[in-house]
């Protein structure tokens, strides 16, 4: 989320995937020489998707159809025709994705976040990285041996998908379409991206709920949910009556150079649903902005907030760039980060946009803020 991209410079860009194996009927729309792919949709139904850019989700009696766009290429739609496994038909009909499904390899954080506010732990079979794992249940699964650790998704075996007894492997595609997919198509395996990474508005990121929501069987949870977090962030957003006066900056130096939210990004958004007078909030771009050392010495002099440094104390940012201490806002501001905990914000603050906003809101309008959701102070 904030600041993401200096979070994975210093992991060694860290990415989080998921993997897993199933029988379903996979339809890559490819319209190589058209501008536009036709979106398959069931009749007489809407897309019940609100807020997303890049999912769509029909419903039928017995059956749902997921469209997928590809935020680079919105003529390539990957479309998962799914049929529940107590129609009549399900057992005979081998060219669905037959849902709910009980082994998902979820090897992205956000994923897990996702299964775990279903309640739906227990559908995960294999996950990318242990170490980054925040849920206690997926924890213990993982110390078991019940679900397995499968490491970098680019560097993921065709055997270890198999021996971890998934049916559907949902990935971020950081890099592409997930490695052997064709092949692993051909056996039966669903290969499933999620760009919930490519959403500019924070509801629209928090409603890819809804895919892990039918692919369990826990799809009217899922929109009760949704429904809650999108009336708790509207509710935060009528409080937010007017701008703050106090400047806000955010981001940290990576070498030479200081890197922070662009002004159209999805961080961004948040930082002004907040009502923060972020310094570059009129920024060109959706993904990073790169300031100079002078330029961010100039343009923090009279900054209050320094939020998202990367770290979780004064010393480790002076550790990373002692230059940090001639910022005014590090030696006369307050700075907030959630460092602290990173797993957990990884894994829930985008199912939990409403929390980071509050927690945003209250940095600025409260003099000493507690029981922050994500934030902690930094000392």
């Not at 036709?38 to 039928?60: A, D, F, H, M, R």
């Not at 990576?254 to 948040?270: K, T, V």
């Not at 907040?274 to 060109?284: L, V």
């Amino acid at each position: 989320m904030f600041s993401r991209e200096i979070f994975q410079i210093r992991m060694n860009n860290i990415k989080f995937f998921i993997a897993s194996n199933c029988i379903f009927l996979l339809l890559v729309v490819c319209a190589c020489n058209q501008k536009e792919a036709q979106v398959v949709q069931l009749p007489n139904t809407k897309n019940i998707c609100k807020y997303s850019k890049w999912l769509q989700i029909y419903e039928g009696v017995n059956s749902i159809q997921i469209n997928i766009i590809h935020p680079d290429h919105p003529e390539r739609i990957y479309s998962f025709s799914c049929l529940k496994r107590s129609s009549k038909n399900s057992s005979k009909n081998k060219d669905y994705l037959l849902v709910p499904c009980q082994d998902i390899a979820a090897l992205s954080s956000t994923h897990i976040g996702m299964l775990s506010v279903l309640d739906a732990e227990n559908t995960i079979c294999a996950v990318s990285d242990s170490k980054l794992v925040y849920n206690p249940a997926v924890k213990k699964a993982l110390q078991s041996g019940s679900i397995l650790s499968l490491g970098d998704s680019q560097e993921i075996s065709i055997e270890a998908l198999i021996s971890s007894g998934a049916k559907i492997i949902v990935h971020s595609a950081f890099s592409g379409d997930f490695p052997h997919m064709e092949q692993l198509k051909k056996m039966g395996l669903a290969c499933i991206p999620n760009f919930d990474w490519r959403e500019e508005d924070p509801l629209g990121k928090a409603e890819w709920l809804l895919l892990f929501g039918y692919l369990t069987g826990k799809e009217e949870q899922a929109k009760k949910i949704i429904s809650e977090i999108s009336l708790s962030y509207n509710q935060t957003l009528k409080n937010v009556k007017n701008q703050s006066t106090e400047k806000v900056v955010f981001g940290n130096f990576i070498r030479d150079y200081w890197y922070a939210p662009a002004g159209e990004s999805f961080n961004a958004r948040l930082i002004r649903d907040a009502g923060m007078n972020y310094i570059y909030n009129k920024t060109e771009g959706t993904g990073s902005v790169t300031v100079s050392m002078e330029k961010i010495f100039m343009d923090t002099k009279d900054v209050k907030y320094w939020i998202n440094p990367g770290f979780s104390s004064k010393a480790e940012i002076l550790k990373a760039n002692p230059k940090a201490k001639s910022l005014n806002c590090f030696n006369n501001g307050k700075i907030y980060c959630y460092s602290h905990d990173l797993n957990k914000f990884w894994e829930l603050s985008a199912i939990q946009p409403h929390l980071v906003l509050a927690d945003l809101y209250s940095i600025i309008t409260v003099s000493y803020p507690r029981n922050l959701n994500f934030y902690k102070e930094l000392r």
